[in-house]
């Protein structure tokens, strides 16, 4: 059984991917918990707070779905995050954006994420082609990063363009 601030967690991601950080209110909030507004605040604390517990939990998901070995399978990893958890874009950068990077409590947590994302992706550049290679792990962020939103209107063929692309780009840097 789920404790209450998993319960919360689990509704406020939702709402947040769905609808924004600034459009999700705390009604919706308790609403969509099934709890009372002071119940909401005694576990979340505040909505900064809260947002910043869901992308904490996200980051763990999404981050253990890219313990792979290889360029390929790190686009494999992103078209089934799209497949199963949708197609709305980076919930990181959106909520930076909505918030204008001035919530400390958002800014701390997207900015961690990113920095231990582009070490992900260097280290799994470097397992892919037997050494590291910073330019070809920056390419491979930005064509990941790109093909994340331009999913949202392109949906999983943008990730499969990408992985295509990041592929040429591995091949070329084995030679």
């Not at 604390?45 to 947002?51: D, I, Q, V």
């Not at 686009?75 to 909520?95: K, P």
């Not at 918030?99 to 397992?127: C, D, N, W, Y």
Request: proline share 1%; with cysteine; charged share 25%.
């Amino acid at each position: 059984m789920m404790d209450l601030t998993s319960k919360l967690t689990a509704a406020a991601e939702q709402l947040f991917d769905r609808h924004g950080y600034t459009a999700t209110g705390m009604d919706r909030l308790t609403q969509a918990a099934g709890m009372s507004s002071r119940t909401l605040y005694k576990h979340a604390g505040s909505k900064a707070r809260l947002m910043a517990r869901v992308l904490t939990e996200r980051d763990a998901r999404f981050m253990a779905r890219l313990d792979v070995q290889s360029v390929d399978a790190l686009f494999a990893a992103l078209e089934d995050w799209v497949r199963i958890e949708g197609n709305r874009g980076c919930l990181f950068l959106r909520s930076l954006a909505e918030t204008g990077g001035v919530t400390p409590e958002i800014a701390e947590v997207v900015l961690a994420h990113k920095s231990m994302f582009q070490q992900r992706v260097s280290a799994v550049v470097a397992a892919d082609i037997g050494r590291e290679a910073p330019l070809l792990a920056e390419r491979v962020l930005v064509l990941f990063e790109g093909a994340t939103h331009a999913a949202v209107y392109r949906g999983v063929r943008a990730v499969s363009a990408a992985r295509t692309a990041a592929a040429v780009l591995v091949e070329g840097a084995r030679r």
